[in-house]
């Protein structure tokens, strides 16, 4: 019987392990790099352990370090969460010889499905669908094709070519990405299939013998071949669902699977399907499967890997659930990562933490808190949200309303691209495949309208006049501005969403009602300028202002730290920079400097000192947060300046290189 645990892994998945084992009674241990010391999850845990070490990433790749914290600890058994260490046999091995329990499969499994083109193999023999596959270029001749790591998964190591002149920068790029992922840059080949989409079966293994189905998941919306939206069970003909499980299950069986584990096809839209991979651990998206069966997955783990068998009646799927996966990126920017510190994070209405949601509802299982700080040591997920209702329709409309609500300030997430997915008429309709955020470019545009920034920036300047009458020192109960005889309005400028500066002009009556107001901004200026609303102003407090807009009123929710200011409101949320009255002289970069969105190391550079270049050319490949980032030509010109070589790392705001607009012939 396991007493106590240590989940060698962070955030949320060691949250999630936690929770289960306090409704166990397990006792258990974190582990954590220096980055992690003050995260959520090392606080929850009833002993932590440090990981030295000189990156906080590579530490949890350290099995001597965390086998030495089991026996500082005491702790007599491992769960390896998802990500790190979670699919390495070696560590498998490792825990089960000092004489540990390993929450998990075999390591022979681990090896065996690990390495993908001896998987794709043996599992071929057990008469499981497979796609056509190579390792030699050479031997391509129908386009277009999938480049995908042999070791590791989430999308990592994969690139997709279309022709052939492409083939040998795709095959390069996939192998340093896999090789900064997993420590294995070996990369095959298979037949790209147009319009497939990505559907998984969630199977369990016990020690005497058994291999069951517990449904099965739809995770066809992708970004950069990784998930962000999962629900289940996945909308497929019940006779496509019956085959799916039979062959997941013999693919379990072909290797006596035990614990928990996922086998990933690819659906074409003929219905034919055919195996992508299995995940020999737990996967990111479990709570779906939870939602809809009633099980504890990570409890069923733990009673396996003790040696129990499985239920010998086990549930069937009930009603429909939905996650999104809440990730620290600018999906406008190319999903560019972003970092920060959390200032805010609230999600209303939710139901249950890690578990526990007992019908329709909301589950949030998440990796941070409100002052958590997002790095670039880790995966950018922040936190999954996930709702359940008796229809799809019912989840997905809970979810993308929740998601609409929820405050998420400092940090640039990709809210309001998971929201436009949620409430798109091709995902009601199900008209979806792992191409979908390709042919629909219209989910990337904010949630708040450009027209409703002006109003939300006068939310903002009202807010900050209430704040400072409020802590006015003298004759606080006058309006802010407040003049004897009217002369010019009172002005607030700010730097919004895209970067763009924007003026608020207002003034007060005697009452402390709005007399008028207007903007000014470059999009307002480069556009045909459109009537501007009428606005009453009914209640500005420091951080709530209720407008009413011609005649429909309207409350924004207003968060102010330091210069930075964030509204939340009924058309959507802003992040704005309140700019100083009087600025102070800064000193400015040159024209056509491009700077680093955040930290990372410069591993590639394409061109040279003097090259020209046009807008879009590739000028240099910068690696964050495990994955690659190009870095874009913005216009037509020269290269003027490369101050970052080969192997450089640089800060946010860094300039990377300088391309002049002048031709200097």
Known sequence: MINRLLVANRGE???????TCRAMGVETVAVHSDADADAPFVAEADQAVRLPGSSPAETYLRVDLILDAARRSGADAVHPGYGFLAENAEFAAAVTDAGLTWVGPPAKVIAAMGDKLAAKALLAEAGVPMLPSWTDTDEIADFPVLVKASAGGGGRGMRIVRTADELAEAVASARREAAAAFGDGTVFIERYVERGRHVEVQIFGDAHGRVVALGDRECSIQRRHQKIVEEAPAVVPERVRTALHEAAVAAGRAVDYLGAGTVEFLLAPGGEFFFLEMNTRLQVEHPVTELCTGLDLVGLQLLVAEGEPLPAALPASTGHAVEVRLCAEDAAAGWRPATGTLHRFGVGAVAAEFGGLAGPGLRLDSGVVAGSVVGVHYDSMLAKLIAWGRTRAEATRLLASALARAELHGVTTNRDLLVRVLRSPAFAAVEIDTGFLDRHPEVFAPLLPADRLPITALAAALAAAAQRRATAPVLPGLPSGWRNVPAVPQ???????????????????RAGRLADWSSTSAAEESAERPTAPTVA???????RVVLDVDGVRRAYRVHRVGSAVFVDGPDGAASLAELPRLPLPTAAVAAGSLLAPLPGVVTRVHVQVGQRVSAGDPLLTLEAMKLEHPVLAPIDGVVAELPVPTGGQVQTGAVLAVVDDKDPR
């Open 491 to 509: 002005t607030t400028r700010f730097v919004g969403p895209d970067g763009d500066e924007i003026e608020i002009r207002y003034r007060l009556d």
């Open 537 to 543: 102003l009914v209640e500005a407090t420091p951080n």
């Open 13 to 19: 998945i060691a949250r999630r392990v936690f929770a």
